[in-house]
Structures are given as structure tokens and as C-alpha cells.
């Protein structure tokens, strides 16, 4: 008996040591939690620093692999990618093409009441708010990076791209009135150079299809979306970026209508003001369509 007893617990004690290091089953709390954050991540003015529940949240992905996990999988069920997951960004999370949270271009330029040419005017306006933003590569990779832009300087910004991109074409022949009907931003950089840049009703409010007025609503849709912060009234408005908008930009920085416009030769800015330089290489330049960020086309 006492030979039985003894295999006995020399079997047992490594199961019991097995059962011990087993990961602790999921529990509908846990997923009730994790689901719980992914919702924090989706509220992109809530600061973690300022609620205790997501900050406690935040903590328990870092430190919990098992939860990390279980929230990567909720986010990914519903249809968005975690970007990052730090004390200073929160759980950012963008959304997939094909989430059901994903915004597009068309409709948000249909909330503006703009017909097809606008809605690239509005692409071309975000696009330029990305690349003045974050004008170099190391911007993008700095996490202590603040960017810095103003609604005049986005337009004098594109007006400039608009300049340069109208003297190659007019150097290499090419025509430079905008075709009716033409598709992408290629001939959005025209209409918006023969667009009004502020324009003005009877008591002075700026014209919502004005150029100043595109960015405006660019702006303002990257405010509400916690991609920028207002902070002062000049020059039509200046805004800084956050960590979420550095992570967007980050994300979306190798579509080719960001490195086009970048390739016109952007140089460091830190007021929000333009700048431009003459590019180092002479070739032509394709906008793509619908390269408004943050939108899926």
C-alpha cells in the first residue's frame, strides 16, 4: 500500500504542479472588461490620465498578456486596429476598410453639402493638414513630436502646391484647366487655386465653400475626432496634433498622395505657417483620388 501511496503522489504532484501554471479560464467579466476598453478607445477626447477606469483598464492590457489579447480580439471583431496602447494615446484603434465604424470620404464630404468636385477639395485639405503636420519622417517617429497648423496656413500650404504643380505641367506642356468631370485630386489642386480663399456673406461669416472654409471643416471633424486641439484663434484658428493623430498619420504616411505632396518639397515648420521649397526632382506628379485622411476611399 505504502509503494501504491507513493507512486501515487509522484504522479500526481507534477499534474497538480501542471493545473497550477494553467492559464485561468476566460470569463464572461473578462470579456465584459476588455470589450470595456476597446469602447474607452473608441472615445478619442477621453483621456486616460482623467478616468481611473480606463487608466486601471490600460494597466491590466499591459501587464496582462491573456487580456491583451482578449482585447486585440474584441477590436478586431469589430472591424478596427489597434494602433497603440501607452498612457499617453490610450487604446488607439483606427477602423478597418470594412468596419462598420470605418468613415469615408463620400460621406463625409456629402455632410458638407458638396458636390463631386468638393469632395476632393476636402481630401486635398486633410491631405495637406497630415503632411504639414508631420513634414518629415522623423516627426512621425518622435512620440514627443507636436505638430502644429493653422486653417490659413494649411490654404497658403496647398496654394503653394498648387503654384508648383501648375508651372511643371505649363513646363512640360500640359493642359492646366481642370476637365469637367475629371476624377482625382490631380485636378482638385486646380479648382482650389481658382477657388475663393475665404469669400464672405453680407456679415463677414467665411463661405463654407471657400478654400479656408474646406479646412475649417477639416479641422474641425479632426478636432471632434481627437486628432487635434484647438488653442487660439489666430490665422483662422491654430490647433496642435495628438498622440492619436501622430499614430493615424504614422499609419496612412506611405499612400501616395502623402509622399507626392511631401516630394514638392515641405521643410520643417512649427507655427502652422507654409513653406515650401522648390523639389529636387522634376517629375510629374499623379494625386491619387479619395487620399483624404483619415478616410477610407
Not at 256 to 279: I, Y
Request: proline content about 5%.
Amino acid at each position: 500500500m505504502s509503494d501504491h501511496h507513493a507512486d501515487t503522489a509522484a504522479w500526481s504532484e507534477p499534474e497538480d504542479r501542471q493545473q497550477a501554471a494553467a492559464p485561468a479560464p476566460v470569463t464572461p467579466a473578462d470579456t465584459a472588461d476588455a470589450a470595456r476598453l476597446v469602447a474607452f478607445g473608441l472615445q478619442p477626447k477621453l483621456q486616460p490620465a482623467r478616468d481611473q477606469e480606463y487608466a486601471e483598464l490600460l494597466r491590466r492590457y499591459r501587464e496582462d498578456p491573456a487580456f491583451a489579447r482578449l482585447a486585440d480580439a474584441v477590436a478586431t471583431g469589430l472591424g478596427l486596429v489597434v494602433l497603440e496602447v501607452s498612457p499617453r494615446a490610450g487604446m488607439a484603434v483606427t477602423a478597418a476598410e470594412d468596419s462598420v465604424f470605418a468613415v469615408r470620404m463620400s460621406d463625409y464630404a456629402r455632410r458638407t453639402a458638396a458636390d463631386s468636385t468638393d469632395r476632393f477639395l476636402h481630401g486635398l485639405a486633410h491631405l495637406a493638414v497630415a503632411a504639414l503636420a508631420f513634414p518629415r519622417p522623423e516627426d512621425l517617429v518622435d512620440d514627443g513630436y507636436i505638430g502644429r497648423v493653422t486653417v490659413n496656413g494649411v490654404d497658403a500650404f496647398v496654394r503653394q502646391a498648387c503654384r508648383r504643380l501648375e508651372e511643371r505641367a505649363a513646363e512640360q506642356g500640359e493642359n492646366t484647366d481642370p476637365a469637367s468631370g475629371e476624377p482625382g485630386l490631380e485636378a482638385a489642386w486646380r479648382t482650389w487655386a481658382r477657388r475663393s480663399s475665404t469669400g464672405a456673406t453680407k456679415d463677414a461669416r467665411r463661405l463654407a465653400g471657400s478654400t479656408t472654409g474646406i479646412v475649417a471643416k477639416a479641422v474641425a471633424f479632426l478636432t471632434d475626432s481627437g486628432f487635434l486641439q484647438r488653442t487660439g484663434d489666430d490665422a483662422g484658428g491654430t490647433f496642435r496634433t495628438t498622440a492619436r493623430y501622430q499614430l493615424q498619420v504614422r499609419d496612412l504616411a506611405g499612400g501616395a498622395a502623402m509622399a507626392e505632396l511631401l516630394d514638392l518639397g515641405v521643410v520643417p515648420v512649427t507655427d502652422g505657417t507654409a513653406t515650401l521649397l522648390p523639389a529636387d526632382q522634376a517629375d510629374d506628379l499623379e494625386l491619387v483620388a479619395d487620399a483624404g485622411l483619415p478616410f477610407h476611399s
